[in-house]
């Protein structure tokens, strides 16, 4: 997984915070409170981001390869924004619960957290309703595998052939009402 | 740099394209098609729900309470579309702007487009669904209009075998979608027209002579206009076509964009270029059905469910339809919640996982298509970004509040639970206010019957310059109420069939 230096991050703030106002608290946050510990240790991004992803989808294999890949996938802008938001769930959760790790927090515990973050300012709320909308998106559509599919919605993916039987229902015409076409155009 | 003479260059390879090259090439014309996108065939689409697969090919244009939808690959759309083709209406023709003048050109209607209709059909095989095969949603959709006593309809389809796999809109993997590629394409190739992919339109240029008196046949017609062309790939070779005829078949966000961009080497006058588009009002609702339907099904079978209902044409102006969609455009489209739902927060964790669990069997999707007048504009920045602006008028408001509350009361009087849908913008975040999104966005060259009100007349000829042609659906004056590509290709075989009256070609009598 991707990992930034400080000093690269430093410098994504300093470009992204050229285009925000001057009054830019947010950014100020998160530049003072990125922790030592997001550089130095490789998979606590990861660990935090799969604790982030089964709080937003309860139920969802906290084991699954796929998980939180799409945080951390370069095709998508969120990958580099993510060892912040990794640090700034830490951060809240520190904050609000004596110093533990958001990672081991109770699912209750850390959806208490990501909804502090979406009632923060309006850049700290852009960054998590991206990060929710981003996690539905690679686990319900199954981004990584499309044989896979997502089996929690009925989800099979793609090359699943069906019979007919499967795609409609017998005597359909017991659903149907009157026609306004003879031939399904309207004059 | 290459430079090529042809006698017509065609720009775009969609449903406004195909046509003309076919038609210009069987009839002898020297025809060179050029494609922004790639080469694409059966062969190269996949059943994914991957976005960098569709990214490659989908393409969208964001901007204030619009965003539109396009694809940029061989064969434009119909590559990735659910393949419905409907006639545009009648009533549709007789649309007039805000100061009571009729939006389409004098004389133009569906009796006149219904001969160039039947072509199009001809070549797409549009048929109407068998009942036998119409996909649960759509029955579930039927039964909802029926319990309220309201009339549906099965919809027309170009597809031959269609074995419902529900991934039309990535691409038909079983060539039984009748995307262009497989018909007016090969044939138009097969008639000696060439078509080259990855190469985008930069600029037009007009000629020298443009304005010449106007020679009765082709080979007598002057080289009017230049196109300056750049690979989109490799190293980006650059490459110049000098033709006698350009036709602007690249779409209404191509089409237009192109134009305006070659707004100091054109002689154009008008000042409709990439204004005027219309988008036929597409508004959703969601719900969830009552224990007394059976199931319905979000993923399996063709794309669109099968059923239209026109019910609401005359009075409202709307189409209804169901709804299906795979995940992927279902989840990155809106966040869902149930209307009804206590529990904070609604639109993700536990109650949100409930939600999307009765995703694909209990839940039902409508929409309504709309005949939405023509006012968003489209603005091309420096930077080669594209954006859509649609002023948000209290008429609109209006139009979608009431459209929205039709649909919703369509699922509360059949005791569906409401599903609250907030609609998301490219980064993600809810919309503010009202939005439309649509893949039905016409008009942004429109026809008109004088330059005064448009950019093309009614033989797509952009006013001012002759021998350029818009024939896309950027030159479609109004909302359809209907998908469009069926009007799209049926006016550009008028549009074809006009330019060979004009030039003195024919079709080969064996044709």
């Given at each position: 997984m991707p990992t930034i230096s400080r000093r690269q991050a430093l410098r994504q703030l300093g470009l992204v915070a050229a285009g925000l106002?001057?009054?830019c608290t947010p950014m100020r946050v998160l530049v003072s409170a990125y922790p030592q510990a997001f550089d130095d240790d490789d998979g606590l991004v990861d660990r935090v981001l799969r604790a982030f992803v089964t709080a937003v989808?309860?139920?969802?294999?906290?084991?699954?390869?796929?998980?939180?890949?799409a945080h951390t996938d370069?095709?998508?802008?969120f990958a580099q924004y993510a060892g912040f938001f990794a640090a700034d769930l830490s951060r809240r959760a520190a904050r609000r619960c004596d110093g533990r790790a958001f990672e081991r927090l109770e699912v209750r515990e850390r959806t208490a957290v990501i909804a502090e973050g979406l009632a923060a300012d309006a850049t700290t709320r852009k960054l998590y309703n991206g990060a929710i909308v981003l996690a539905q998106i690679a686990f319900y559509a199954g981004i990584y595998d499309p044989q896979k599919g997502c089996p929690a919605i009925g989800f099979?993916?793609?090359n699943h052939w069906h019979s007919l039987q499967d795609i409609t229902y017998p005597d359909?015409?017991?659903f149907l009402s009157r026609a306004r076409t003879a031939d399904g155009n309207y004059a | 740099m290459r430079t090529v003479h042809t006698d017509v260059l065609i720009i775009g390879t969609g449903f406004g394209a195909a046509a003309p090259a076919l038609r210009l090439a069987e009839a002898g014309a020297k025809v060179v098609m050029v494609e922004k996108g790639p080469q694409v065939q059966?062969?190269?689409?996949?059943?994914?729900?991957?976005p960098q697969y569709l990214l490659k090919y989908i393409k969208g244009t964001p901007g204030d309470h619009l965003s539109l939808t396009y694809a940029e690959a061989l064969g434009g759309g119909s590559g990735f579309y659910e393949m419905v083709s409907l006639r545009a209406p009648?009533?549709?023709?007789d649309q007039v702007d805000a100061?009571?003048?009729?939006?389409?050109?004098?004389?133009?209607d569906r009796r006149v487009l219904d001969p160039y209709y039947d072509v199009a059909e001809r070549m797409l095989h549009v048929s109407q669904i068998p009942l036998a095969e119409v996909p649960r949603t759509g029955l579930v959709f039927a039964r909802l209009m029926k319990n309220l006593g309201y009339s549906v309809d099965r919809a027309r389809y170009a597809?031959?075998?269609?074995?419902?796999?529900?991934f039309c809109v990535t691409g038909c993997i079983y060539g039984a979608?009748?995307?262009?590629?497989?018909n007016y394409l090969p044939q138009a190739v097969a008639a000696g027209a060439e078509i080259e992919t990855d190469l985008e339109a930069l600029s037009i240029e007009s000629l020298p002579g443009v304005h010449r008196g106007r020679a009765r046949l082709l080979a007598n017609l002057p080289y009017r206009y230049q196109v300056l062309c750049r690979r989109r790939?490799?190293?980006?070779e650059q490459v110049r076509f000098v033709a006698r005829l350009v036709v602007l078949g690249a779409g209404t966000v191509g089409s237009a964009t192109l134009l305006l961009r070659s707004r100091a080497t054109l002689p154009l006058s008008s000042?409709?270029?990439?204004?005027n588009i219309a988008y036929n009002g597409s508004v959703k609702v969601a719900g969830l059905l009552p224990d007394s339907f059976p199931d319905a099904d979000?993923?399996?079978?063709?794309?669109?469910?099968?059923m239209i209902s026109?019910?609401?044409?005359?009075?409202?102006g709307i189409t209804v339809h169901g709804v299906k969609a795979l995940p992927l455009m279902l989840v990155s489209a809106a966040r869902m919640s149930l209307?009804?739902?206590?529990?904070?927060?609604?639109?993700?964790?536990e109650p949100n996982v409930e939600l999307m669990g009765q995703m694909r069997r209990r839940m039902i999707v409508l929409a309504a298509f709309g005949l939405t007048p023509p006012g968003a504009s489209l603005a091309v920045s420096g930077a080669e970004e594209t954006r859509v602006s649609l002023p948000l008028t209290s008429g609109l408001e209006l139009y979608h509040e009431d459209t929205k509350r039709l649909l919703e009361s369509i699922l509360v009087r059949n005791d569906c639970r409401l599903v609250r849908t907030d609609f998301l913008d490219k980064s993600l975040a809810p919309e503010a206010g009202v939005h439309f999104s649509t893949a039905h966005q016409v008009g942004s060259c429109r026809m008109a019957d004088a330059q005064s009100a448009g950019v093309v007349n009614a033989n797509g000829e952009v006013f001012g310059c002759p021998g350029l042609y818009v024939s896309d659906g950027?030159?479609?004056?109004?909302?359809?109420?209907?998908?469009?590509s069926l009007t799209i290709l049926a006016n550009a075989e008028r549009i074809a069939a006009g330019m060979l009256d004009q030039y003195g070609l024919r079709r080969p009598v064996a044709a």
């Open positions: 106002t001057a009054a989808i309860p139920g969802a294999p906290a084991d699954d390869p796929d998980l939180v890949r370069p095709a998508y802008p099979e993916g793609g359909p015409e017991r | 059966t062969a190269d689409f996949r059943q994914t729900s991957d009648s009533l549709v023709f100061q009571g003048r009729r939006l389409w050109p004098r004389g133009l597809v031959r075998g269609c074995q419902g796999s529900g979608k009748q995307s262009l590629f497989l790939a490799g190293e980006r000042e409709h270029v990439g204004r979000m993923f399996t079978g063709r794309s669109h469910p099968g026109y019910e609401f044409l005359e009075s409202h209307g009804d739902e206590r529990r904070d927060p609604a639109w993700w964790g950027a030159c479609i004056p109004s909302s359809l109420a209907v998908n469009t």
